[in-house]
Each structure stands twice: as structure tokens, then as C-alpha cells.
């Protein structure tokens, strides 16, 4: 009888480790992946802030901005130049630019 307890506690703490092990794992892929998701978050907002203030550039001003750098200076855009790769091309001042944000990561 002694022997049985013995085993069934040996049992269940190795069942307990197991599972532990398996949330442990669970969490680190679940926390793995949201760092991409987030980084695409960004990257999809920083690009709809740029065209946003671009439109608002051509609502107020009637043309679209030549670059970037005059949203930066009149509109006070702000882009986080460190983790993305913004690329504004415009082809003519009545058509809205061709945004592309880039994570620096995924280059």
C-alpha cells in the first residue's frame, strides 16, 4: 500500500510537469507570433497616417505634398524612421502618392 501512494504521487507530479511544460511552450509561440502581428499593425498605420496627411495637405493646399519631409515640416507628420522603410512616390500634384511602408526587420 505504501508503494501505491509512492507511485500515484510520482504520477501525478510528473503529470503537473508536463502540463507545465506544455503551457510553458503554448505561451512562448503564442508570445513568438504576436511580435510579427504587431509589427504589421505598425507598419499598416504608419501607412494610413501618411496618406491621411497627404490628403489633408491636398484638401487644404489643393495639391498633394512632394515628399515626405513637407508633411514632416507643415503637418507635423512624425514616422518612426528607426524600425520602417517609408517610401513616398508621387507621380503628379492632382494624384495621391504611392505609399509603401517597410519593416526593417523583414529586410
Known sequence: MYSDIKQSKAFLIGLILVLLIVAGVA?????????????EEGATAIQDTVQ?????CYVVEGVYPPDLKYLEDHYGLQINTDDFYVTYDVFASNQPPTVVVTPKSAV
Not at 508570445?31 to 510579427?36: E, H
Not at 491621411?52 to 489633408?56: D, G, R, T
Open 52 to 56: 491621411k496627411s497627404a490628403l489633408q
Open 27 to 39: 505561451a512562448w509561440s503564442l508570445t513568438k507570433g504576436s511580435g510579427a502581428d504587431i509589427t
